[in-house]
């Protein structure tokens, strides 16, 4: 206990040295590392991003159209309502920003339409990815979409589908659907793995967009997935709450 508190009074009582100080031991003045700063950051700002390339006008009313194909040729009804004006506005205000973030997280109660509207998210990549609008995004992208579920992803690395789990990793739009349906742990081989845990991690170092749907809430995909995991979520995923209730009957 002795030596605890010792630390612990070291530790208030040491001096860090100022910013001035470490530029000065390299010779560097504050202007400078203010103009570095300042250029790399402009050149993030011209780097492609996946984004809906479109007036966010055409961008909602296209979304919206697909969003209700995708309800009705289910042979259900679609309700015109306020709840799903505002989820289909939420999502395109982000995918219709200059730079947004490499995903984004659906998460609402289960039969609220957020499986739904990924899948009209991707038909609506898939059009406007034949009338050219990812151009922008250089010579060397090549679009590709795929939906699968949680589970799918587990079932993968269960059957040791290496060829699939590596395309899932590179995919430029994926979609991830009821993101924490799917068993914590599954065994290859006898050995035990996270699959939705690593596949999340990888498509975080590569940035590729991502959309994730969930019936959890943050307490809940903390507790399954750990402090590491929710950290790159909450770094690049957009959060989106659909409020509607269960559309089910």
């Not at 659906?106 to 739904?116: D, I, M, Q, R």
């Not at 990812?134 to 587990?154: H, K, L, P, Q």
């Amino acid at each position: 206990m002795v030596a605890v508190q010792k630390t612990t009074v070291i530790m208030k009582n040491k001096e860090f040295p100022s910013v001035s100080d470490v530029l000065n031991e390299f010779g560097i003045s504050q202007d400078q590392l203010t103009d570095q700063t300042a250029t790399v950051r402009a050149m993030q700002q011209m780097s492609p991003c996946f984004r809906f390339n479109i007036e966010p006008k055409e961008a909602f009313l296209m979304l919206y159209r697909l969003y209700q194909e995708e309800v009705q040729g289910r042979y259900l009804d679609f309700c015109n309502d306020a709840y799903t004006q505002e989820v289909v506005a939420k999502v395109i205000k982000h995918l219709t920003k200059p730079h947004p973030e490499s995903g984004i997280m659906l998460c609402g109660v289960p039969g609220n339409g957020k499986t739904t509207l990924a899948k009209a998210i991707l038909r609506m990549a898939r059009i406007l990815n034949s009338q050219g609008a990812f151009s922008y995004m250089g010579e060397y992208f090549r679009f590709e979409t795929r939906f699968i579920t949680a589970t799918e992803v587990c079932e993968y690395y269960k059957n040791q589908d290496d060829d699939k789990i590596i395309r899932l990793k590179e995919i430029p739009l994926l979609v991830i659907d009821d993101l924490g349906e799917e068993p914590c742990e599954v065994l290859s081989f006898g050995t035990p793995a996270h699959p939705v845990r690593r596949l999340i991690e990888k498509r975080y170092e590569t940035m590729s967009f991502t959309v994730i749907t969930t019936n959890l809430v943050s307490d809940d995909l903390f507790k399954q997935y750990g402090w590491r995991v929710m950290d790159r979520i909450q770094e690049m995923y957009h959060k989106i709450i659909h409020q509607a209730p269960s559309y089910r009957k």
